[in-house]
């Protein structure tokens, strides 16, 4: 079963509790896998609101009493330790708050170790960290996807250091390399806790056309906004199967007064700086001129390697960025034995049934080592991994 989190309005701890019990988690299991931490001081509460009309659970973390010390990573880590919840629930929420040190670490110039937790060390933010990872674990979840995070813009949240800007120093780190969407709403859409939910557990952005929902849970957050339901809305089910997905961008740009020996070199030196592919198509630009066509696909987070590339080994001035989703087959590597030795293949998946094909620098080094013409060798392999 797959989890896509929706992010209507963002997404907090305590939205992605409501929006867990909305889909199906029993408060009442919550509850009793919550009590498992040892913790005390808090009464976890769940009520039903409306939000522009549709019907979503509000979980409050109503706590009594908050330690009168700063915890760090090694103090919430010792908690989820030494409680009574599974193994997997532990293994889940110390990534989440994993996210989080690196995050806080990052901007006051500390360590892991040495940063204490603020905010996220109180009761509540354990409660809604772990909570996460039990309705992860109920619902029998095997991967997490996400649309592009939502996030405010242009105001401010009192913290701890004092006034901070909107999105946060700690939820823009923490998001970092990951898809979001700027909008003008003046609130916290997204808090640090809610970013590691997404950033620790999930596998990228995902297209809604794949998914087929068997439930579907909305959760509130507290405010009320102008225009835009406060709700964070998660869909369960099943993707179909044989296709991987993931999310890039497609760098491109148009080039008419470069040296064409120069392209096989742009394409290498790309592939090395993280590119998944790049290539070149001639085109027919402006005034006539004949130009080429230098495309590029690579993660989002290789960006600034590709540009880098681009802009001191090409003539152009600028590129254009584009979002892309891939469908891919599933793909893997296997060593096959065949008569002119080992060779290593590609195993291709498709509705079930597996392709082997032969790699070419596999059959390139096998033509060299034997001193036999390439295509020979290709047409010996085919035919034995068939």
């Known amino acids: 079963m797959i989890i896509y989190f929706d992010t209507i309005a963002g997404i907090s701890g305590d939205m992605t509790l409501g929006a867990l019990v909305s889909a199906g988690m029993p408060f009442d299991v919550l509850k009793d896998e919550l009590a498992k931490l040892g913790l005390h001081g808090f009464e976890l509460q769940a009520s039903h609101v409306e939000r522009s009309g549709i019907v979503a659970t509000k979980i409050d973390v109503v706590v009594s009493q908050q330690p009168s010390y700063h915890r760090h990573l090694k103090d919430i880590q010792a908690i989820i330790d030494q409680s009574l919840l599974a ?5 889940r929420a110390k990534r989440i708050f994993m996210e989080v040190a690196r995050a806080e670490a990052k901007i006051h110039g500390s360590t892991i170790e040495k940063i204490h937790f603020h905010e996220v060390g109180a009761i509540d933010s354990l409660v809604d960290i772990v909570g996460t990872s039990i309705g992860i674990d109920h619902l029998k979840i095997d991967q997490v996807y996400s649309s592009p995070v939502k996030v405010g813009g242009g105001g401010f949240v009192n913290s701890e250091h004092g006034k901070l800007p909107i999105p ?3 939820t823009m780190e923490i998001l970092k390399d990951y898809p979001i969407v700027l909008t003008d709403i003046q609130n916290e859409l997204t808090t640090p806790t809610g970013a590691a939910i997404i950033k620790a ?3 990228g952005t995902l297209s809604l056309a794949q998914l087929k929902t068997s439930a ?10 102008e225009g835009i339901p406060n709700l964070l809305r998660v869909m369960i089910g099943t993707i179909d199967e044989g296709y991987e997905t993931d999310a890039v961008v497609m760098v491109e740009t148009n080039i008419d007064d470069m040296n064409p020996e120069i392209y096989p070199y742009v394409i290498e030196r790309l592939i090395e700086a993280g590119a998944h592919d790049a290539f070149v198509l001639p085109a027919l630009m402006k005034k006539g001129r004949p130009g080429m066509l230098l495309s590029i696909i690579a993660e989002r987070g290789k960006l600034d390697s590709v540009l880098g590339v681009i802009f001191k080994e090409t003539t152009t001035l600028g590129v254009r960025i584009l979002p892309v989703e891939r469908r891919k087959l599933s793909r ?24 082997l094909v032969p790699e070419f620098e596999e059959c390139k080094r096998i033509a060299q080592e034997k001193n036999l013409p390439l295509k020979d060798v290709y047409k010996i392999i085919e035919r034995e991994l068939i």
Request: hydrophobic share 30%; charged share 30%; no cysteine.
């Open 87 to 91: 193994e997997s629930v532990k293994d």
């Open 168 to 170: 946060t120093p700690a």
């Open 201 to 203: 557990l999930s596998k």
């Open 216 to 225: 579907i849970g909305y959760g509130a957050g507290s405010k009320d906004f």
């Open 332 to 355: 893997s590597s296997r060593d096959v034995q065949t008569s002119l030795g080992v060779v290593k293949a590609k195993v291709v998946v498709n509705e079930g049934k597996e392709r």
